[in-house]
């Protein structure tokens, strides 16, 4: 098997990683083929829509599914070779936990550091920690079944920080929160990765993956479609996005103004026109101008600094919030 030089501060080295399942029509290619590194000390994002691979490449990275082709260095240790290794040295975090609703979240993370060979004694040490650290103290004694979802959540992160792993995988790790609750997760990752942890996580969420992670990947059909950091990919779309709502004459406005001076670039997706444009205080004026005088109506007219989704849009060709509304 090949192999692939590994930067010195990389906890994650990919090469080429695949996961294929049987399905009645023939096989799937799920993950097809993913390269890539993750550094130490960084939360490191996967961006994408349900059924993108998001989950598929984490599990495989957590051990948890053996890859169908490929290689990975997780932590230092071969993931072929020496799985025993990676799970001793990484965290992992569902999206659907697995405490048991029945006991206490302090006896779940007691239970958890036992079944890391830690003594009674030191395991209950490293609970209190947790539970204060996590701010759980108002239900750290409370069986699980009475926990809010935002409770649940950090419990479910402090039970994959029993061990203090060097890697933590979190798998949409504020799929169901409320707004609050979702900005208090995201205190907690940041919190993590400043005392030196090394995030992983998957989300579809444009808003989480632009204010958490330091780099991400954009994955779309098993594949990275591009990589790098938010403000990076976000700067690749130079320039502002103008949308026009243009029901029933899309073709006709997008073949009007993809040939004026101040359009970059112009695409169609759906009833909506996108315009990546120089100056979009001075461009929409003069479009609604030769709209007008061509005798189309605009039924909305949108302008906004580029996002992560106008960065999937350009990759992929859709915008990943239709896509997830469409899901």
């Known amino acids: 098997m090949s192999s692939k030089a590994t930067s010195p501060g990389a906890v994650i080295t990919t090469r080429e990683l695949r996961r294929t399942f049987k399905s009645r029509r023939g ?26 691979g998001k989950t598929t490449t984490l599990r495989m990275l957590a051990t948890l599914l053996p890859p169908t082709s490929g290689e990975a260095t997780v ?11 990676v799970r001793d040295r990484i965290g992992y975090v569902g999206q659907l936990g697995g405490a048991d609703p029945e006991v206490t979240g302090r006896a779940e993370l007691v239970f ?29 004694d409370r069986k699980i079944k009475t926990y809010s979802g935002g409770q649940r959540r950090r419990l479910d992160m402090g039970l994959g920080l029993v061990h203090s792993p060097e890697l933590l995988f979190l798998d949409e790790p504020t799929s169901g929160l409320d707004p609050q609750s979702r900005a208090r997760m995201w205190e907690e990752v940041r919190k993590l990765r400043d005392l030196g942890t090394t995030i992983f996580l ?21 594949r990275i479609v591009v990589e790098g950091t938010p403000d990076a990919l976000k700067r690749e779309v130079a320039g502002d996005v103008v949308t026009l709502g ?45 709209l007008d005088g061509s005798g189309m109506v605009v039924s909305t007219l949108a302008m906004s600094r580029p996002s992560l989704d106008d960065v999937f849009l350009r990759q992929t060709g859709r915008s990943l919030r239709e896509s997830e509304q469409a899901a």
């Open 75 to 85: 932590v230092g240790q071969d993931l072929l070779r020496n799985p025993a290794g």
């Open 246 to 290: 243009v029901e029933g004459l899309g073709q006709a406005v997008l073949e009007l103004v993809s040939n004026q001076p101040f359009v970059r670039e112009a695409t169609l997706d759906g009833g909506l026109v996108r315009l990546y444009v120089d100056r979009g205080e001075t461009a929409a004026p003069a479009l609604l101008r030769l």
């Open 202 to 222: 998957t989300t579809h969420y444009l808003e989480e993956a632009d204010a958490l992670c330091d780099r991400l990947a954009i994955i779309d059909h098993g």
């Open 112 to 140: 958890e550091g036992r079944l890391y060979g830690m003594s009674h004694a030191a395991a209950s040490k490293r609970s209190q920690e947790l539970v204060e650290a996590l701010e759980l103290q108002l239900c750290a």
């Open 27 to 52: 096989p799937v290619e799920a993950v097809a083929g993913v390269t890539l590194e993750v550094n130490g000390g960084e939360i490191f994002g996967f961006l994408g829509p349900n059924g993108a």
